[in-house]
């Protein structure tokens, strides 16, 4: 037998208890919560947020319970008949003015809440027309948000490119100048690509954190490699930390070819020629804290400043989009914040910390039946995200701005001979802080003094990287929307010239592959694949990340020029 | 004013076809329309999903206790809250433009929200996280079933919004299947709130005045809703799919098999069974190729062919052997829970009622007093005849 459990008359509720009364409290919560704050005197201190006292916050969040306990008591009650309708309707209404009170009550710094409450008044509003129609409009008027909804969702499961392609334009308009907000809301903007186009390596986020010591200035490092297996509680939060190394592998479609042989131009000076020419400078220091290992490979330091011998170049760069680089210096901020001190010596404090994204490889299935270990280090494919101070900073090793100073490669797209330019190998400097400092380095030679108006064009373009707040590289306009995005605009130009400024103008390693590869390999004869198999998997391993995350750069030299430092 | 009576007025949409002619068409498609969303439907499947899905969603957001200011707290956190700010803000919308050129901007920020954006306090960041907890434990058992709902739909999304770095396809699911709960009567059987029913009828008008659970539109409604979405999940994933060349040549899956960071390659049985299938090519590209043809035909074929009723029952079982292999090969264990949730949105509610009855019969000669027949219905909270 079936009873109204929601009428007050039947189920023995008193008066008191019925949803009018309940929503005329909640009313008085929420005006009170207005009063509040027009009022102001509360203590913010005892708040669980900037300008929102305890007594605030509690009363919108009671009056918006009692006023949804109140509509819900209500449309139990609802019947097709027009009387019905109209009061349960009413209530609805009357119940849409707790969140609307409740957002005058709530500070403009609770944007998000607001937003909610928002949400709460559309919804009462919406909810209130609909009860008020008949049950064949009340089903038109589903019908619409019905198509709504799922529009909504297959356009989010469309606006995906597919490889190579660009997104398609209908859908891709749909979602950006209609469904953004509802989707974007209420969570539904998955597009259900699970493994597609297909399953690929998992991302790692590998950390050196550089300890210091107050007094002495000793340094010294460890690993925080993410996600641990055996450092997480449960599988979940493994998991979860997957996702967030993942979130930093958000990477550029690509660079202009020209940019990209600039950058790789770098890249080969600073592992090759730099050093090769340059035997009087400082290497890897003798410094406490320093492992011997890395003293002992010196040798290796060749290897390591050059590319993998087994990628193309183009593969060896990935730069990530900016608000991957924005979420490196978030995580590094936090690895700050959580390795403050060396566990084993708590007298050595956070200096900074350089940051990999690492691509752990999957074994071929020829691979894992030849014996290869799917840990095998040469599996693992680092590539240098920057270091970090404890502000999320981009730290530029000053040694590399010696070096890599982007007005020499600029003097190569001059009109200056060839010639002009070998005579200019010789400079030991190629960063100046201006005209006069350039004129002076320059060569005393006719031919190079015939063509220093070109060079001096060429060579004082404002040499520094401008880094947000939260450490990713600007546009140089600041008044560009876009700066915070490290997009350069075409029209933008400093000085007459393209600005061609990034982060990696500073450190030649920035986004580029750290190889750890094997100097021997030989084919296994027992085995009728062609396979390339170590001879002895350590003694060979040529470790690049192990000494590129160890080795510390000397400071720069009394006499050196000033360098600019990265607003 | 006088009320009319219901049944004078018309309830269906295809009541006002305009001509004989449409009618054969569009009258047929409109009353489909109409049978398929407004039939009133047994909420037993939507109880159900209650506490399968609170279950898991209460373990969901346990887990973000061992280690909560990392993703919630304020600069404490991995995404700290001033570049979760910018994000949400300022971050660039693009769009194709209308000319032949490169993509315009068309806006800026998104519609993210979480209370977590703004308490940003230790104390009070703890504090909000267990009184979800509590109102998420509510939610399973059923008590305040409508209101906990709610709230527990908002802290889900609390929790997403604001990690947003930390999020994968468990998280899209349970705040699917949460927006679906919304809609429905979640709380009507299976619940604490129809313990509380029963006992209250039983107080006014007798013992044995037990009130019917009465058959929903809403539920229907949200069921149906849960349907059609996880058709779109599932055609989206499939057809995704079609792009890639490995999932063409067979091998996709090998690059799930052998994925060290999901798979589990650390116990040595599961490594000795890749190496086995390594060095037998032959069963390696039949398990390959086998498993990558399933889970296109899952994925691309179920969106059509569930709504076959011959046909459902063996894809709601192919459905669940192919989450369970995700669960297990993958590790997706939670992912794959919530997903079976959804599928479990095709299972009609008789055959519910009878798993129950079933499930009920062995637990309640359990208890001490009650035997057989009579027990069921004695025990209104685990009687689920009359749930």
């Not at chain 2, 599932?234 to 067979?250: D, E, F, N, Q, V």
Request: hydrophobic letters at 45%; a neutral charge; one cysteine or more.
């Amino acid at each position: 037998m079936a009873r109204d459990a929601g009428d007050p008359a039947r189920s023995g509720t008193p008066f008191w208890m019925g949803p009018w009364p309940r929503v005329g409290v909640a009313l008085g919560m929420v005006v009170l919560g207005c009063f509040l704050r027009a009022a102001g005197g509360e203590d913010p201190k005892v708040g669980p947020g900037p300008e929102m006292s305890l007594v605030r916050f509690l009363l919108i969040v009671a009056a918006m319970i009692l006023a949804g306990g109140a509509v819900e008591r209500m449309l139990r009650r609802l019947r097709p008949d027009e009387n019905s309708r109209l009061e349960v309707s009413s209530l609805t209404a009357v119940a849409s003015l707790v969140p609307l009170l409740g957002y005058l009550s709530v500070p403009p710094g609770w944007d998000s809440a607001q937003m909610v409450l928002v949400a709460f008044i559309v919804a009462g509003v919406l909810g209130t027309g609909l009860i008020l129609l008949p049950v064949i409009y009340r089903k038109a008027v589903f019908a619409v948000l019905v198509i709504f909804h799922f529009g909504g969702i297959l356009t989010a499961t469309l606006i995906v490119p597919a490889p190579g392609q660009q997104a398609p334009w209908l859908p891709s308009h749909a979602w950006a100048q209609f469904y953004r907000p509802y989707l974007g809301f209420m969570y539904l903007n998955n597009a259900y690509h699970f493994y597609s186009p297909e399953p690929g390596p998992a991302t790692l986020m590998w950390s050196y954190v550089i300890y210091e010591k107050e007094k002495t200035g000793e340094l010294a490092g460890e690993w925080v490699k993410l996600p641990d297996r055996d450092a997480s509680p449960i599988t979940l939060h493994f998991q979860r930390l997957l996702a967030l190394t993942d979130s930093i592998n958000q990477l550029t479609s690509g660079i202009p070819d020209k940019r990209f042989k600039e950058i790789e131009y770098w890249r080969r000076e600073a592992g090759g020629r730099i050093f090769d020419n340059a035997k009087d400078l400082p290497r890897f220091p003798k410094r406490p804290g320093l492992p011997e290992e890395v003293q002992q490979q010196q040798q290796l330091v060749e290897q390591l400043l050059h590319p993998h011998p087994n990628m193309i170049m183009a593969r060896q760069y990935q730069d990530p989009q900016p608000n991957s680089k924005m979420l490196l210096a978030s995580y590094a901020r936090h690895l700050a914040i959580t390795h403050e001190r060396l566990k084993d010596d708590p007298a050595y404090t956070f200096h900074s910390v350089k940051i990999y994204r690492v691509i752990h490889h999957i074994l071929e299935p020829g691979e894992l039946a030849a014996g290869f270990s799917p840990l095998d280090k040469t599996l693992f494919h680092p590539y240098f995200q920057g270091e970090f101070d404890k502000d999320g900073k981009v730290v530029y090793t000053p040694d590399w701005l010696q070096f890599t100073d982007q007005s020499f490669t600029a003097l190569r797209e001059a009109k200056v001979p060839e010639r002009v330019l070998d005579k200019l190998n010789d400079m030991k400097k190629t960063r100046f802080a201006n005209k006069k400092e350039l004129l002076d380095a320059l060569p005393n030679d006719k031919e190079v003094r015939e063509y220093q108006n070109e060079l001096l064009k060429y060579s004082v373009i404002p040499t520094q990287v401008l880094v947000n707040d939260l450490g990713a590289p600007l546009t140089p306009d600041p008044s560009n929307k876009d700066a915070y995005w490290g997009s350069f605009p075409n029209n933008v130009t400093i000085g007459g010239l393209p600005p061609r400024l990034y982060a990696t103008d500073l450190d030649p390693f920035l986004y580029w592959l750290v190889p750890i590869t094997r100097r021997n390999v030989t084919v296994d004869p027992n085995n009728t694949q062609v396979v390339l198999a170590p001879v002895d998997p350590d003694a060979d391993l040529i470790n690049g990340l192990e000494l590129h995350a160890k080795y510390i750069p000397a400071k720069p030299k009394e006499g050196d020029a000033p360098l600019e430092a990265p607003r | 004013m006088k009320p009319r009576s219901p049944d004078r007025r018309p309830t269906s949409l295809a009541a006002e076809s305009p001509s004989p002619v449409e009618e054969s068409l569009l009258s047929g498609l409109i009353k489909s329309w109409d049978r398929f969303w407004f039939t009133p439907a047994d909420p037993i499947g939507l109880g159900l999903l209650r506490i399968i899905g609170g279950v898991l969603i209460l373990y969901v957001h346990l887990s973000y206790s061992f280690d909560l200011l990392s993703y919630v707290g304020g600069d404490r956190a991995w995404v700290d809250v001033r570049t979760e700010n910018v994000m949400r803000k300022e971050a660039p919308i693009f769009a194709p433009a209308n000319n032949w050129t490169d993509s315009v901007r068309t806006g800026q920020g998104n519609y993210a929200w979480s209370i977590f954006f703004h308490v940003t306090d230790p104390a009070w960041v703890s504090t909000i996280h267990y009184a979800f907890l509590g109102v998420i434990a509510l939610f399973t058992i059923g008590l305040w079933t409508r209101i906990t709902t709610v709230i527990t739909w908002m802290a889900c999304l609390c929790y997403i919004q604001r990690t947003t770095t930390l999020v994968f396809g468990l998280d899209a699911m349970m705040a699917i299947l949460m927006f679906y709960m919304m809609i429905g009567p979640c709380g009507a059987t299976l619940s604490v709130d129809r313990w509380l029913e029963i006992r209250r009828a039983r107080k006014l008008f007798g013992p044995d005045n037990v009130p019917e659970v009465q058959p929903s539109v809403l539920a229907n409604i949200a069921l149906r809703g849960m349907q059609v979405h996880f058709c779109f999940i599932y055609l989206a994933a499939g057809t995704s799919k079609l792009l890639g060349p490995r999932w063409w040549s067979g091998a996709a899956l090998w690059y799930c098999y052998a994925n060290y960071s999901f798979a589990p390659m650390n116990v040595p049985a599961y490594n000795a069974m890749l190496v086995f299938l390594c060095q037998n090519r032959w069963l390696w590209e039949i398990v390959m190729s086998g498993g990558a043809a399933f889970t296109l035909f899952m994925e691309i074929g179920l969106p059509f062919l569930i709504w076959h009723k011959k046909l459902r029952w063996l894809m709601v079982c192919g459905a669940v052997m192919l989450h369970m292999g995700i669960g297990l090969i993958m590790g997706l264990v939670t992912f794959s829970m919530v997903m079976l949730c959804l599928v479990f949105s095709f299972i009609p509610p008789e055959a519910i009622r009878y798993f129950l009855k079933e499930v009920g019969r062995p637990l309640n000669r359990l208890l001490p007093g009650q035997t057989g027949k009579k027990g069921i219905q004695g025990k209104p909270a685990l009687a689920m005849s009359k749930a």
